[in-house]
């Protein structure tokens, strides 16, 4: 199973881009790569998947490189409702699907 | 389309006391996992239903819980009897079957062992 890791948190500020990156040594071939957004209280939310280059939707991009071994979500232009925790996970292998959560990226945007 | 419901959104009991926890995933959905999220700690999986079918129940952390998904529709997670440690956030998920990764989460039930 491929684990994740992540920096523990991040401050930016209103307008700035923001780029987290996560780091996933042990991906497999058929795994996707999928972020997701917790605010407080509520559950996690679904940003953006990719499987290998570029993907961009109407809120991030997500970058990843050819060896598939790191990826990176992009924000652009943060506000204070960005401010969340932010997880990357990787899709388990074998057909069982078992996501493993790390400790995510506690993003707090500054006024 | 309705989303994944969790039902209670809150619990408070006592030690030794039996609770159930309902997740209503979205319909059609045939994955369904739990995860939870004790204070201070990472979210961490429980188990992954294929419609009725446990498929991976290897993160259960004991014999006092007890997930079921009878017919393949919603599932519950009981703990009996509760204990202080089991205080935490218990999220409910679900997703489609294919190549689609995406899951959905529901808000999630706080549970509180007195």
Known sequence: LAKTTQPISMDSYEGQEVNITCSHNNIATNDYITWYQQFPSQGPRFIIQGYKTKVTNEVASLFIPADRKSSTLSLPRVSLSDTAVYYCLVGATSGTYKYIFGTGTRLKVLA | ?114
Not at chain 2, 61 to 73: K, S
Not at chain 2, 80 to 94: I, K, M, N, R
Not at chain 2, 107 to 114: D, E, H, K, N, Y
């Open chain 2, 1 to 114: 389309e309705a989303g994944v419901t969790q039902f209670p959104s809150h619990s408070v009991i006592e030690k030794g006391q039996t609770v159930t926890l309902r997740c209503d995933p979205i319909s059609g959905h045939d994955n369904l996992y739990w995860y939870r999220r004790v204070m201070g700690k990472e979210i961490k999986f429980l188990l992954h239903f294929v419609k009725e079918s446990k498929q991976d129940e290897s993160g259960m952390p004991n014999n006092r819980f007890l997930a079921e998904r009878t017919g393949g529709t919603y599932s519950t997670l009981k703990v009996q009897p509760a204990e202080l440690e089991d205080s935490g956030v218990y999220f409910c998920a679900s997703r489609d079957s294919g190549l689609d990764e995406k899951l959905f989460f529901g808000s999630g039930t706080q549970l509180s062992v007195l």
